[in-house]
Nanobody, 121 residues
Framework: QVQLVESGGGLVQAGGSLRLSCAASGRTFSSYTLGWFRQAPGKGREFVASISWNTASTYYADSVKGRFTISRDNAKNTVYLQMNSLKPEDTAVYYC??????????????WGQGTQVTVSS
């Protein structure tokens, strides 16, 4: 059974940093794309960033480019999202996701339970 378990969310002031982690288990992810989505109150879920497990190539939403960095540790089966220069509009529940085929920006095969990130002004 595939599990994606997020951690690292919390409350931070604007301009601060947080690092989210996603521990992946239950299958081999070598051909998968792992990523992060977020959902703010009253809004739909939106793509944030993704990384290819094989090639480590990355892709970012324009709203976080230059501020967020996604990375992975193959040995630990973990994906990270380093978030710097946080803004109040980054406040959301952040979800880890995994997709086997196709672009993860269109959705995922597996989802984590989410972790809350709150940025105060």
């Amino acid at each position: 059974q595939v599990q994606l378990v997020e951690s690292g969310g919390g409350l931070v002031q604007a301009g601060g940093s947080l690092r989210l982690s996603c521990a992946a288990s239950g299958r081999t992810f070598s051909s998968y794309t792992l990523g992060w989505f977020r959902q703010a109150p009253g809004k739909g879920r939106e793509f944030v960033a993704s990384i290819s497990w094989n090639t480590a190539s990355t892709y970012y939403a324009d709203s976080v480019k230059g501020r967020f960095t996604i990375s992975r540790d193959n040995a630990k089966n973990t994906v990270y999202l380093q978030m710097n220069s946080l803004k109040p509009e980054d406040t959301a529940v952040y979800y880890c996701a995994a997709r086997g085929r196709g672009a993860i920006t269109f959705g995922a095969d597996y989802w984590g339970q989410g972790t809350q990130v709150t940025v105060s002004s």
